[in-house]
């Protein structure tokens, strides 16, 4: 089995929206909180650590607008020395007058959070649950084809996370609402893409929620 590419998308660190209960929207959201920074500096340090004892060297790394997201994405891209791409692709779903309001609210209104219902709005002026996807799929799938061959890091929502595995492992977006993925802050969601010498190929997903780098290592023993 060769390994053609791989995709590794890292979830944003805490940001103060998070902290709030507050819907992040690109009108409201005001970055990481300094728990956020400092995660994401551990993450930053753990891709440099592993790119330089072998691991994965990245070719391209992408962060979506979102302050939250974009302060992430810089972290990481200027400890791995490479130019940050920012795309609005990556952005999660659009939020219409949810932007701002406490997520209890929103969600006590719609009975549920966005994808419990992913065909219908979840606040006025936002996208359901399913556009949401539809649009992110279509444009992860557009970036894995711009980047083929290639290693790709991502500095994403959740959401992000949620599309990657629905495009990848060909989920349906009808078992959306009866499925979840773990998505904490900073965590590492790896992909990789096989192909075996009879010429097959499939995305294998050999990481989800990985947050390693935020637990101390054990002390010493004398």
């Known amino acids: 089995m060769t390994v053609t590419a791989r995709l590794v998308i890292a979830r ?15 009108e409201t959201c005001t970055g990481l909180t300094d728990t956020g920074l400092l995660q994401a500096r551990l993450l930053a340090a753990r891709l440099t650590a592993e790119q330089r004892s072998g691991g994965t ?21 200027e400890a ?25 609210e929103v969600e006590d209104a719609f009975r549920g959070p966005p994808d419990a219902h992913p065909d219908l709005p979840y606040a006025p002026g936002s996208e359901t649950w399913n556009a949401y ?20 890091l ?20 009808v078992a959306s609402p009866t499925i979840g993925f773990g998505t904490d ?19 294998v997903l050999t990481t989800l929620n990985d947050t390693a780098h935020l637990t101390p290592p054990p002390p010493a023993r004398p």
């Open 12 to 26: 944003h660190g805490q940001a103060r929206c998070n902290v709030e209960g507050r819907v992040g929207g690109p």
């Open 57 to 77: 060297v990245f070719d391209a790394v992408y962060a979506g607008t979102r302050p939250r997201v974009h302060e992430t994405g810089a972290i990481l891209a």
């Open 80 to 104: 791995l020395g490479l130019p940050l791409t920012t795309d609005s692709g990556l952005d999660g779903p659009r939020h219409g007058d949810a932007d701002g309001l406490p997520w209890r």
């Open 133 to 152: 996807l539809t649009r992110a799929t279509a444009h992860l799938a557009q970036l894995l084809l711009h980047h083929h061959g290639r290693n790709l």
């Open 154 to 173: 991502l500095a994403g929502h959740g959401e992000t996370v949620h599309a990657a595995c629905h495009l990848l492992l060909r989920i349906p977006a």
């Open 185 to 203: 802050h900073t965590a590492l969601t790896r992909f990789e893409h096989h192909r075996d010498r009879y010429g097959n190929e499939r995305w």
